[in-house]
């Protein structure tokens, strides 16, 4: 097959969505094989958040860096770099001796993922022009939705079947075709970077968002009263303040923060962070509910957890072809968050009893739902932003989305801890469903938080992007004639 044959649209999306793929999935299949990883080391449950949280670190501090390193060196090689790393971490993590030398392992692999996906989608939006970022936004939904559903089955079968080592050895495959696909077949995006690299705003940005991502992501163990916790936080958020200083004076910052200015950008990266917060709290809370207090296996749960990835690509088709060209961001965002609310709040009404069929369409219907907030927050976000500031852009929207998960599953965990999910019976402890519901609940609040922010956006902002599937199909004939 010639290389010249392989359109840059269809090259960009096979790398992109084969290596978020497989970093979004090791996220959630990870956490299934957690209890085996503390059997085979001898180690405490408490001791096992170091392998998730030592990654989410890593990956907070490389985000910020990765718009101006794949500008100043190039996208593709730094994509395949990014890629490569994560995938030969992989297969260490798999090899692991010690927890501690997992958790080394991890890190390493988290920089490679830090990286991966600003730079990839970069290239995905400057690959798409305005007209077809909708499109873009559609393909986007692939990795997001089947990877957390598919992640808890295939490590309940990997771990059952083989070991939890092969929860990492299973990403090789996957980073190793992305790998010869994108030399083979990518072409080079670079854009013009004036000035040397800002370590003062690395140092500040990777400093701050990671002793944040590490507060919140293990106050829900350690207690948000902690020290520990709070000195991190507090560290955190004033080392983030001294970065938006920084950054506000320098000529050629880290992070182009004047990019808030943009009234769309500003809003619609609001919106993911409420959005992804509620969204990715429930996938947390979920397997816990199925497994600890309906009694479910993991292969089960993951099963029963599967019906949101079906509605999300089933959703994503609507809204890409049908909705968002004729109602715009603004309505089809906030309609699309408060059905995501309503859909959580049902799930309050699951109880031992209840047919978990009934489970399994709110599922469906919270994946329907957020497909219409997922594909015109992606399509609008950059439909203002120039081609030269997409690198930029995407490695803020990137960040902001990585905080808005820690912040969902922190929040959610809170509130399982708080209400409590067990009770004591007749002098035996039983699952209490109390606290799953309340983290439903709160989990619905903030979806409707953001429906509230969606109302500030305004469809004219974007209204490249609001081109009908028909109208794009022809545009997209007219250039390639043209060409």
């Not at 816990?288 to 509605?311: C, D, K, R, V």
């Not at 803020?396 to 509130?415: C, D, E, H």
Request: charged share 10%; glycine share 10%.
């Amino acid at each position: 097959m010639s290389r010249k044959k392989i359109n840059q649209k269809v090259a960009v999306s096979v790398v992109f969505v084969a290596a978020m793929f497989m970093t979004i999935m090791d996220i959630t299949i990870v956490n299934v094989a957690l209890p085996s990883i503390g059997r085979q080391f001898h180690e405490s449950t408490a001791s096992l958040d170091s392998v998730v949280i030592g990654f989410l670190v890593s990956l907070a501090v490389f985000i910020p860096a990765a718009g101006w390193l794949g500008d100043r060196f190039g996208m593709k090689r730094v994509l395949l770099i990014a890629i490569f790393i994560f995938t030969v971490c992989s297969a260490l993590c798999g090899t692991a001796g010690s927890l501690s030398q997992l958790v080394v392992y991890r890190v390493a692999q988290g920089v490679g993922g830090g990286m991966l996906t600003p730079v990839g989608m970069a290239m995905l939006f400057r690959a798409f022009p305005p007209a077809e970022r909708v499109r873009a936004a559609s393909i986007l939904t692939v990795p997001t939705a089947v990877a957390p559903a598919v992640g808890p089955v295939l490590g309940g079968l990997l771990v059952t079947s083989l070991s939890w080592r092969w929860v990492f050895f299973v990403n090789v495959p996957f980073g190793v075709l992305a790998i010869v696909f994108g030399l083979l077949f990518l072409d080079e995006q670079r854009e013009p970077v004036d000035g040397r690299f800002d370590l003062p705003g690395f140092i500040l940005a990777g400093g701050g968002f990671s002793l944040v991502m590490y507060g919140v992501s293990d106050a829900p163990d350690r207690g948000w009263g902690s020290p520990v916790i709070l000195g991190a936080i507090v560290l955190g958020a004033a080392l983030i303040a001294a970065m938006v200083v920084v950054e506000l004076r320098v000529s050629t910052p880290l992070l182009h923060l004047r990019l808030f200015a943009n009234r769309l950008f500003r809003t619609t990266s609001l919106v993911i962070v409420l959005a992804t917060a509620g969204f990715l709290g429930v996938l947390f809370v979920v397997p816990l509910f199925f497994q600890l207090a309906l009694g479910l296996s993991a292969l089960q749960s993951g099963l029963n957890t599967f019906p949101e990835a079906i509605g999300i690509m089933a959703g994503a088709q609507f809204a890409s072809r049908l909705f968002y060209p004729r109602v715009g961001p603004r309505r089809l965002i906030a309609a699309g968050l408060v059905g995501v609310a309503v859909s959580m709040s049902l799930m309050t009404q699951i109880g031992f009893g209840t047919n978990l069929w009934w489970m399994r369409l709110l599922m469906f219907a919270m994946g329907l739902s957020m497909a219409q907030v997922f594909i015109p927050t992606q399509a609008a976000s950059f439909a203002t932003i120039s081609k030269a500031d997409t690198g930029q852009a995407s490695s803020l929207f990137n960040s902001q989305r990585q905080l808005g998960s820690a912040l969902g599953v922190a929040i959610v965990s809170t509130v399982l801890a708080l209400v409590g999910t067990e009770r004591v019976v007749a002098g035996h402890p039983v699952a209490d469903l109390a606290g799953y519901h309340s983290a439903f609940l709160v989990a619905a609040a903030i979806a409707l938080v953001g429906a509230g922010v969606a109302l500030a956006i305004k469809d004219s902002d974007a209204v490249s992007t609001m081109v009908p599937h028909d109208a794009e199909a022809a545009h997209e004939t007219a250039l390639a004639t043209a060409g």
